[in-house]
């Protein structure tokens, strides 16, 4: 039976410290302050953000949302990022992706100062993480640490095998492993032997987008693995990137769909606004 990492359990445990924290920070006379930008009406990003803004609620952490029209140009989003920037009520920006097609994202990330940058997503912050220099890190990864390190999952000088190279999951995640003292593999659409790397890692992360594509067969007894993918299938059943009944036999630990590596990226989110903070 493997150990199953409850995401869940431990992101709340993170709130609720963060909770205390945000507290504190109040009777200083400092208000934690999370500006959330949703340009156009995605119904998906209408989702994550309304967590979003449900979680600043639990932790007392305030939030402002902008609910931007579809055809809000660029310069418009351009100008608000500008005043955030220069408003010293607010700690945190984060622009909802993905935005409209004629809104060019990289100029809105750009745009956000990396002192405000609590999705880890500037290129100022992508370069600290690189070259092991304080600085925001992207929620998701950051969030996978956390898991592993709370359930007591060592990390030094383990196998560890990234399936995925996005700059928001894939990269990241290969610099924290990196910085935790793992022996880091990072695998892709190109790799040869998928399968035969994956059998090597002591810790499989997995971000592939395809649902349910690792199998037992990719995977070395009593690994652990971290299940990225959030799908849902014909019936409205949410599934992840990993087969969960066929690995969990094999697997020393891993995470479920839903309930394991999904709560911690909103939680991770909190922590950032709070660090913004500090
Ligand atoms: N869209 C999907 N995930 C994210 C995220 O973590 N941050 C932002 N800003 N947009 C997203």
Avoid: W
């Avoid at 992840?240 to 479920?256: F, K, L, R, S």
């Amino acid at each position: 039976m493997a150990q199953i990492i409850d995401g869940k359990l431990i992101s709340k445990q993170i709130k609720d410290e963060l909770k205390g924290k945000v507290e504190s920070l109040k009777s200083e006379g400092k208000e934690v302050c999370l500006a959330v930008i949703q340009v156009g009406c995605d119904p998906a990003s209408t989702v994550y953000v309304g967590n979003k803004k449900k979680a600043c609620e639990y932790i007392g952490i305030k939030s402002i949302a902008y609910e931007l029209p579809e055809e809000t140009t660029e310069e418009e989003l351009l100008g608000i990022i500008s005043k955030l920037n220069n408003d010293d009520n607010v700690h945190g920006i984060l622009v909802q992706l993905p935005v409209p097609k004629h809104i060019n994202e990289e100029h809105i990330i750009n745009a956000i100062s990396p002192a405000k940058d609590v999705d880890g997503f500037h290129p100022a912050s992508v370069g600290a993480l690189s070259i092991g220099k304080k600085g925001f890190v992207s929620c998701t990864p950051a969030g996978i640490i956390q898991l592993l390190k709370r359930s007591g999952i060592e990390i030094e000088g383990k196998d560890c095998v990234v399936i995925g190279r996005s700059n928001i999951v894939g990269k990241p995640m290969a610099m924290l492993l990196l910085r935790e003292n793992g022996t880091v593999t990072v695998c892709h659409s190109k790799t040869k032997n998928l399968k035969e790397v994956c059998k090597r890692a002591d810790i499989l992360v997995v971000a592939i987008g395809k649902p349910k594509m690792i199998d037992a067969s990719y995977v070395k007894e009593g690994a652990t693995v971290i299940d990225v993918g959030i799908h849902r299938n014909e019936n409205g059943k949410l599934c992840g990137d990993v087969d969960y009944d066929a690995v969990e036999p094999v697997a020393g630990a891993i995470t479920p769909v839903p309930g394991g590596v999904g709560p911690m990226t909103i939680a991770m989110l909190m922590n950032n606004c709070v660090e913004a903070v500090l």
